[in-house]
């Protein structure tokens, strides 16, 4: 079974619109963190959200979590060209293993 | 701004070579990573290092890979006898504490000819 997997795999929109990246897992985890990772470039962490969280904003980022469903959303608000890039989740386990671990990501493409 | 800096950014080298992939963590973290990403697939976990030894590692990292901190600032990963199938980008990571925000280096592109 696969840890964190994103939907949908490759996303385009027009700059202004918004964005919404789905991530499922399958374990119990301590957090969930987003990371975007520019083309053939390292990752850069955008937010992490803890288990006992349901929401967290950061600029026109915000992202929601639901452990029930064990899911999560990433939404960027008010695109721009600069944002596209690969977005990833992945989550770290409650217990064992402390190491990320990444979904497949979704490709997004912001036309100007 | 501190960040995890990773050299070379590209090596070549022929299979059955052995390669030293280095990296500098951000200096007041504990915790250090190495993952990779194979073209256009997801990203990894290879192993973890903390107080000087290996605290997890995953199933790719065999007894072909090793990992070392030998002095205060760098962190490497010693692949033995290259394969082909180690082609990928190689990433280091920090991390302040356990389970916590990942800061990455830029990557090492590894290819195995």
């Known amino acids: 079974s696969q840890q964190g997997e994103e939907d949908p795999q490759a996303l385009s929109i027009q700059e202004g619109e918004n964005a919404t990246m789905n991530c499922s897992y399958k374990t119990s985890i301590n957090n969930l963190q987003w990371y975007r990772q520019n083309s053939g470039r390292g990752l850069v962490h955008l937010i992490l959200?803890?288990?006992?969280?349901r929401e967290k904003h950061s600029g026109r980022l915000r992202v929601t979590l639901d452990t029930s469903k064990k899911s999560s959303s990433l939404l960027i608000t008010a695109s721009r060209a600069a944002d596209t890039a690969s977005y990833f989740c992945a989550t770290v386990m409650d217990t064992g293993r402390r190491a990320l671990t990444f979904g497949s990501g979704t490709r997004l493409q912001v036309q100007p | 701004e501190p960040e995890v800096t990773q050299t070379p950014s590209h090596q070549v080298t022929q299979m059955g070579q052995e390669v030293i992939l280095r990296c500098v963590p951000i200096?007041?973290?504990?915790?250090f990573y190495w993952y990779r990403q194979i073209l256009g697939q997801k990203v990894e976990f290879l192993v973890s290092f903390y107080n000087n030894e290996i605290s997890e590692k995953s199933e790719i990292f065999d007894d072909q890979f090793s990992v070392e901190r030998p002095d205060g600032s760098n962190f490497t990963l010693k692949i033995r006898s290259t394969k082909l199938e180690d082609s990928a980008m190689y990433f280091c990571?920090?991390?302040?504490?356990?389970?916590?925000?990942?800061?990455f280096g830029q990557g090492t592109r590894l290819t195995v000819v």
């Open positions: 990571a920090s991390t302040p504490g356990q389970r916590g925000e990942a800061f």
């Open positions: 959200i803890r288990s006992n969280e």
């Open positions: 200096s007041n973290h504990l915790y």
